[in-house]
């Protein structure tokens, strides 16, 4: 595996594409939510004290910044997708292969990106919670709710399994950006809202939608009358079962077909 | 034990039979050359033997084993197109191709000054011309001096002079010992450096073997005088005549039941009245042998 590490860096060490993609991806995590603090920091003290906490206080702000950044985990599966279909366009997953990659080899160096990137945004996350948490919160630290931050990881790394299967399964890089941007930001909205309407809460367990329910924003996500929800242990089992069958599907598409 | 070998391999692509049942074995040391008009099926068997297809049926081995990503770390190969990434400079693909072949960087200025390409290492393989894509290509292929060479048209989009160093380069490695394995539709090219031939036609193979068993040329003599009427009238005469043909350049080409020697030859039609202006031993050329063999 550190070999494939080592081949992986040495395609991206000088690409610029990709240290341009992955500085906005880092750089939007902090900024998004410095635009949400600025919002939400411009609530009357009166409906504050309503709410109790501000959402950038700990340990709320665990959950503010995995919400915030849920929205733009789009940013890190745009690089994923540039990666893979840069395989497809230049044909150099066949050489890999053919200069001695098993083909699973080559699905492990694009799994270690899904990895690699999840992790990124997982330590930016991290380190923006703790920043906003100190700089701009009232209360002491406090660890309640971290594990918001582990269901963005997650939401991460299905939405990178996402992108992965699309490329491999498109290859094309811009067929592949439009199809994925259009199911994550409009398709699987619309399916969303119709299955929530006539049929309930089954629509909270459409892929990506399951880690928009682990991760409603605080306070505000309290107040709306929702759809009765499932439990958070269903949504993390859909959410881990997507990722399985993602998974599932790269392994058989690479390591079956002709490529 | 043969470098490659392989059982009745067959490929399908829908409707299309790209191969039927193809065996043939690839001895060591040999210049094996793939042959076929363009859509025989050449780059799909060298894709099957590099995993980039998946036979419908068959087997095949390498170096005798059953193959696997090992074995092809072992060989060198240019399949179809080069094949780098565009943004990275030629030093560096080889650098990726070296890490995925576990060999040392330390032999990248040798490939690199093989192929030509050491003043241009450190460009990009997007402003790379098509000889110099495919010559980085060939210096990849002969990164960590593999044994087996697998080229498949190594000669495309090179130019006369790039041809002709391709072909001596084949030869050297050939002198060295290597096996190499090549796919061409120039017989100009397989004529000059293979040591043994599998011809295939439509997905099957017509024969494979050694080039001089697998390809009967026989000898002729050309002849020419200041009156080929009277010497066509004298050879036609010869106790070991067979058939006669007259060129577009005015000479006869004549075809013996025996080899005959072109001295007595001259020394019988002298003795016939008739001077010799032309005399010269000719051998079919492989590409009449291999028109004759792929469109019966």
């Known amino acids: 595996m550190l070999q494939i590490i080592k081949i992986e860096w040495l395609k991206v060490k000088t690409y610029r594409t990709f240290w341009i993609l992955l500085g906005l991806a880092v750089i939007i995590i902090p900024a998004s939510n410095l635009l949400v603090q600025d919002i939400t920091g411009r609530i009357p003290k009166q409906v504050q004290t309503l709410l109790g906490n501000s959402a950038y206080d700990f340990p709320l702000v665990w959950q503010s910044v995995a919400n915030v950044n849920s929205y733009t ?16 366009t230049f044909k150099t997953h066949r050489q890999n292969v053919i200069d001695g990659w098993e083909r699973k080899d ?3 160096s694009k799994l270690f990106w899904v990895l ?11 380190l923006t919670a703790l920043f906003f948490g100190f700089f701009y919160g009232t209360s002491a630290f406090n660890m309640d709710g971290f594990y918001y931050l582990g269901y963005y990881f997650l939401q991460v790394v299905l939405s990178l399994c996402l992108a992965l299967l699309t490329g491999i399964l498109v290859k094309r890089a811009g067929l592949a950006i439009v199809l994925y941007l259009g199911y994550v930001m409009i398709f699987e909205q619309l399916l969303v809202v119709t299955l929530k309407r006539f049929w309930g809460s089954v629509g909270g367990l459409l892929p990506l939608q399951t880690a928009d329910e682990l991760l409603p924003f605080p306070l505000i996500g309290k107040m709306l009358p929702g759809v009765q929800q499932y439990d958070n242990m269903v949504y993390l089992i859909a959410l881990l079962g997507y990722i399985a069958v993602a998974l599932w599907l790269i392994f058989r ?7 | 034990m043969p470098i490659l070998s392989l059982h009745n391999i067959s490929k399908k692509y829908g409707p299309v039979q790209a191969l039927s049942e193809v065996s043939f074995d690839v001895p060591p040391g040999s210049v094996f050359g793939i042959l076929g008009p363009n859509g025989s099926g050449k780059t799909t068997l060298l894709s099957i033997v590099t ?17 696997s990503a090992k074995q092809r770390r072992n060989i060198g190969t240019l399949l179809e197109t080069p094949n780098f990434y565009h943004y990275l400079s030629a030093y560096r693909n080889l650098q990726v191709v070296a890490g995925i072949k576990q060999r040392s960087e330390k032999d990248i200025p040798r490939v690199l000054e093989l192929a030509g390409l050491t003043a241009r290492q450190h460009s990009a393989f997007k402003t790379f011309s098509l000889g110099m894509k495919q010559r980085l290509a060939i210096a990849s292929a002969l990164l960590g001096d593999p044994d087996v060479l697998i080229l498949d048209e190594p000669s495309n989009g090179l130019d006369p002079v790039g041809i002709s160093e391709v072909r001596t380069l084949v030869k050297q490695l050939a002198q060295a010992g290597k096996t190499i394995i090549m796919a061409s539709h120039l017989l100009d090219e397989v004529e000059k450096v293979c040591t043994h031939v599998a011809i295939l036609r439509k997905g099957k193979l017509l024969l494979s073997g050694p080039v ?11 002849v020419g005088s200041a009156d080929n009427k009277a010497l066509k009238a004298v050879i036609e005469k010869h106790p070991a005549f067979v058939q006669l043909s ?3 350049e005015g000479l006869l080409q004549v075809i013996f039941k025996e080899p005959v020697d072109p001295a007595g030859l001259n020394n019988w039609c002298s003795q016939q009245g008739i001077w010799l202006s032309h005399l010269q031993v000719r051998r079919k050329s492989l590409e009449t042998a291999f028109l004759e063999l792929t469109n019966n």
């Not at chain 1, 985990?73 to 497809?88: G, H, K, P, W, Y």
């Not at chain 1, 690699?116 to 991290?126: D, E, P, R």
């Not at chain 2, 001089?212 to 050309?222: H, K, M, P, Q």
């Open chain 1, 116 to 126: 690699a990137l999840s992790v990124i945004a997982f330590v930016v996350s991290v």
């Open chain 1, 106 to 108: 080559f699905v492990f």
């Open chain 2, 212 to 222: 001089n068993a697998v390809i009967t040329r026989d000898d002729f003599l050309e």
């Open chain 2, 51 to 67: 995993d980039v297809l998946s036979a419908d049926e068959g087997t095949f081995t390498l170096f005798d084993q059953h193959p």
């Open chain 1, 253 to 259: 598409r690479l390591l079956k077909a002709d490529i």
């Open chain 2, 246 to 248: 007259a060129t577009p």
């Open chain 1, 73 to 88: 985990s789009a940013i890190f599966a745009l690089l994923l997708l540039t990666l893979v279909t840069n395989e497809f």
